[in-house]
């Protein structure tokens, strides 16, 4: 029976590719390789199996503030780790070689980067949101942080209990 649970839990995750910190890959960094389309359904599905929304991160590599903000969260891994609670985290490249026109062509257009856009876990939109008002005097700020994620997280589901 063991065995069995551990194989179920391994195949569970065999349609994305999921590092030694448990994260997939769509949600570690941008990558124009990556089709947002097929990494949008895993997102979707893994956020309905761990009562999640997705936080869309749209950028790419060329863009300062993306690595801001990595470097901001990195710095901070509390907040990191509540981000990672709170949502499911799909990163969405944008670039000259990449501007995955097809998959953000459904969400309103982005005024800068990089842009946040928060879905149900079934992928119906929310919010979009621009990062700029994160900032406090040019920096980003852990209170505004906190905040958005503690507005966001899903209450987690009441298991019933038989009393018998």
């Given at each position: 029976m063991k065995t069995y649970l551990t194989l179920l839990f391994l195949f569970s995750f065999s349609s994305q590719t999921v590092l030694s910190d448990g994260l997939p890959q769509y949600s570690l960094h941008y990558d124009p390789k990556r089709d947002a389309m097929q990494d949008g359904r895993e997102a979707i599905q893994l956020?309905?199996?761990?009562?999640?929304?997705?936080?869309?991160?749209?950028?790419?590599?060329?863009?300062k503030w993306c690595h801001l903000l990595d470097r901001f969260l990195n710095k901070n891994p509390a907040l990191k780790a509540q981000l990672h609670q709170t949502f499911v985290l799909l990163k969405v490249n944008v670039s000259e070689e990449n501007e995955n026109a097809d998959f953000l062509k459904v969400f309103p257009p982005a005024l800068g980067y990089p842009h946040m856009y928060v879905t149900e876990s079934n992928g119906k939109l929310l919010l979009s949101k621009d990062t700029g008002e994160f900032l406090i005097n040019g920096h980003y700020s852990k209170k505004r942080f906190q905040a958005f994620f503690n507005k966001f997280k899903l209450k987690q589901k009441r298991h019933e209990r038989s009393i018998i």
């Open positions: 956020a309905k199996q761990t009562n999640r929304r997705i936080l869309i991160e749209v950028g790419g590599d060329w863009c």
